[in-house]
């Protein structure tokens, strides 16, 4: 296990050119309420303080995680420390109580406007901070979309736009009609799909990458031998093409190379991916501020840690090849994605 103590101040990075500074890490809150399983409540409330204690600021949460519920969850953490954290939270997916699988995608005005007022109610706040579009649904001009986000920053219920799993020229015409601060998408060792459109066009124009699931869903900590059998019932990663059962095991093998760059540096294998993703910033000229989700405080003092290691060229040249391999989409169906409409 690599260094876990608080040796120094974790460094900062800008969401977009004019958006605020955050820790280099985020907390990813989904977890705590929704998808992976049962949650100890204290833990994962323990969770957010430690995370704050070692520099995390940008927390990160969404309207459909766990029908609102992640949004009330963190509500008592973010108030408590409202002038230390920066808040994001989305609207965009519409669950179905009734059959958990099925999800649609809405962006209209109006449906934005109410999803707003039920984030800042659940979250017991006037202002969030990031407001990001979740899904894009393709049957509404982005420019109808962004022009209603737009709008709540002009009415200061929200300070900076975000949108999440959009294309390269999505990005750029959203950006066009009111400045995005940040474009969150699936990005790691496994995943690397965004390099293609949505990172370039990203620097270019100044946005901050959030990547999400930085650690595979877990899968890049090694955690997982048998995935298909080790996953609960209720766990959503069952639905994922990467964990069943023939695919789960083409893909831990190719975890080799992660291990051999962890063993040799006294590291876990997640602080390797949480590094090889930081160091993209360097690689493609942009702010990148992961959002690893944990309900442990043991595991965020293991994923911070990981902001101090920089990776050699000599790894970086190791851990390339992964991504070719992987066997299995991020998702079964990928419409919903920015590699869906590429």
Partial sequence: MGEMSDMGVMAKARLGTEGPEVGVQGLGCMGMSFAYGPTDEDAARATLE????????LYDTADMYGFGENEKFIAPFIQAHREDVVL??????????????????RNDRAYIRQCVEGSLRRLGTDVIDLYYMHRRDVNVPLEETVGAM?????????????LSEVTGPELAAAHAVHPIAAVQSEWSVFSRDVEAAVVPTAARLGVAFVPYSPLGRGFLTGAFVNASAELGADDFR???????????????????????VAEARGASLGQIALAWVQRRAREHGLSVVPIPGTRKPSRVEENTAATRITLTEDELALLEPIAGKVVGGRYADMAFTSAGRE
């Fill in 50 to 57: 430690r995370a704050l204690e070692l520099g995390v600021t």
């Fill in 238 to 260: 069952r639905t994922m093409p990467r964990f069943n059962e023939e695919n789960a095991a083409a893909n831990a093998a190719l975890l080799e190379p992660v291990r051999a």
């Fill in 150 to 162: 737009a709008e709540l920053v002009a009415e200061g219920k929200v300070k900076h736009l975000g």
């Fill in 88 to 105: 994001a939270t989305k609207f965009g997916i519409v669950l179905d109580r009734d059959d958990p699988t099925k999800r649609a995608v």
